[in-house]
């Protein structure tokens, strides 16, 4: 059976870490890596009744799509609601794990899944994301200590490109320098011109471990002054994205779509609010999970005949709608559009781990609002 470990590397290959917003807080909130894990319940909110639920499920692990501490705090007492739920899982055995914004842009995340859920096709990142850019590095190094160099820069991150490490290209050739009086050379002696026969070492490597790149290669390198070229690269269009955008096989009015939309989501006891023409008819949609308000220029600059999101604002939606052009909105609970990526991230686990794990889905609703008055 899979350890704790086990399934958050599955997690973290699915939605890294890193992908997180700076404000957010990711990862496993409880839990020992060591722990056995055989069975896993996916949720959206890390609130009692899911705790109650895990427990009833006999989970060793929960996931769930929002944070349960997204501030600091000075207590975890389980006189507190977020302590009591902390108890709950602890006593029991069980951990949490939370996948929150660095699961929103990702291929099977949020946005995706619920694009998919609409039944849209043809469909795309609203708005790309870009992959952290690269730097390429070309070290001079004698021929002798070359395979050390390299080796060096390869553990510290350098070399890593899609599914592949340890990439490099050498080149040979001859430099020369001349050390002048103060200078301790590991090669030659001061005021003579020296020869080395050297080797041209060049890797690439995410910017972020740039620092520690840099310090592995400087430790390694034999030379008291080394000679290195460093090129931050241009950044390129990453599969992930912001929001999707896609078509419906079958163009409706924009109230057949809101029934279509209502539909589709989980039962919930929100609201579903349209602004715009009901009569416009449909075909190119937007949308964002969560709060998307953000995006809204987005979706019409792409041509969106709607955009679908959550947590919408009165004065916003109202100067958009003055706009000439503008596309419809559909206002829908937040709790019921990220639910749509539960069954999503369930299976994508099963497909990981196989029979080694049993998957539970929570359907219990945990939007705050209990009662839509009409």
Known sequence: ???????????????????????????????????????????????????????????????????????????????????????????????LHTCHTNADAAPRGVSESMALALGLT?????????????????????????????????????GRLGDYDRAQFRSEGRGSFRPLEGADPA???????????????????????????????????????VAYDLWPLAARPSDRGTGRIGRLTTPMSLAAFADHVRAALPDHHGATRVAGDLERIVETVALCGGSGDFLLGEADRAGADVYVTSDLRHHPISEHLERPGACAVVDVPHWAAE???????????????????????STLVTDPWSRTLS
């Open 1 to 95: 059976m899979p350890a704790l470990r086990d399934v958050i590397a599955v997690l973290d290959e699915l939605y890294d870490p890193r992908w997180a917003d700076d404000w957010d807080a990711v990862g496993t909130v409880l839990g020992d890596p060591d722990a056995e894990v055989t069975t896993i319940l996916f949720a959206v909110d890390p609130v009692q009744a899911v705790a109650d639920e895990a427990v009833r499920v006999g989970a060793q692990l929960v996931v769930t799509h929002h944070p349960l501490y997204l501030k600091g705090t000075t207590t975890v007492a389980a006189s507190t609601p977020k302590g009591r739920v902390v108890h709950t899982l602890i006593s029991n055995g069980i951990a």
């Open 122 to 158: 043809d469909v795309r990142p609203l708005q790309t994301d870009l992959e952290s850019p690269l730097d390429k590095w070309v070290v001079y190094v004698p021929r002798d200590d070359a395979d050390r160099v390299a080796a060096a820069m390869h553990e510290a991150g350098a």
């Open 187 to 225: 090669i030659g002696s001061v005021g003579d011109v020296e020869w080395v026969d050297e080797v041209r070492l060049e890797v690439v490597a995410d910017g972020r471990v740039r620092e520690q790149v840099r310090e592995a290669m400087l430790q390694a390198h034999p030379y008291e002054e």
């Open 339 to 361: 639910w749509t990526w539960l069954p999503t991230v369930a299976a994508a686990v099963r497909d990981a781990l196989g029979d080694t794990v049993s998957t539970h889905v």
